[in-house]
Nanobody, 122 residues
Framework: QVQLVESGGGLVQAGGSLRLSCAAS????????MGWFRQAPGKEREFVAL????????RYTDSVKGRFTISRDNAKNTVYLQMNNLKPEDTAVYYC???????????????WGQGTQVTVSS
């Protein structure tokens, strides 16, 4: 079992930046693909970004490409989401996720964090 705890959310103005962190515990972190999802009010949870076990391959949903960067530090059991040029439509609860298959058409993780709120004001 892997426990995931997110941090770094908050309130930011449009155009600003935030960096989310997700600390993993309970098992070795490095064998797992890691990702981020988000859920806006009244909407379904959606995929945001995914990073491979080694950190060398990444995937993003189209709406965040060029603005968000996912990275990981396996020595620290932590995955990050750097979010730049934030927009009001990025407002959501952001969830860290782990496990799953990197190349499946729909990323389906095995583990979830509790989520952290990101609010972008216009």
């Amino acid at each position: 079992q892997v426990q995931l705890v997110e941090s770094g959310g908050g309130l930011v103005q449009a155009g600003g930046s935030l960096r989310l962190s997700c600390a993993a515990s309970g098992r070795s972190f490095s064998p797992y693909n890691m990702g981020w999802f988000r859920q806006a009010p009244g909407k379904e949870r959606e995929f945001v970004a995914l990073i491979s076990r080694s950190g060398t391959i990444t995937r993003y949903t189209d709406s965040v490409k060029g603005r968000f960067t996912i990275s990981r530090d396996n020595a620290k059991n932590t995955v990050y989401l750097q979010m730049n040029n934030l927009k009001p439509e990025d407002t959501a609860v952001y969830y860290c996720a782990g496990g799953g298959t990197f190349y499946s058409p729909t990323y389906s993780p095995d583990y979830w964090g509790q989520g952290t709120q990101v609010t972008v004001s216009s």
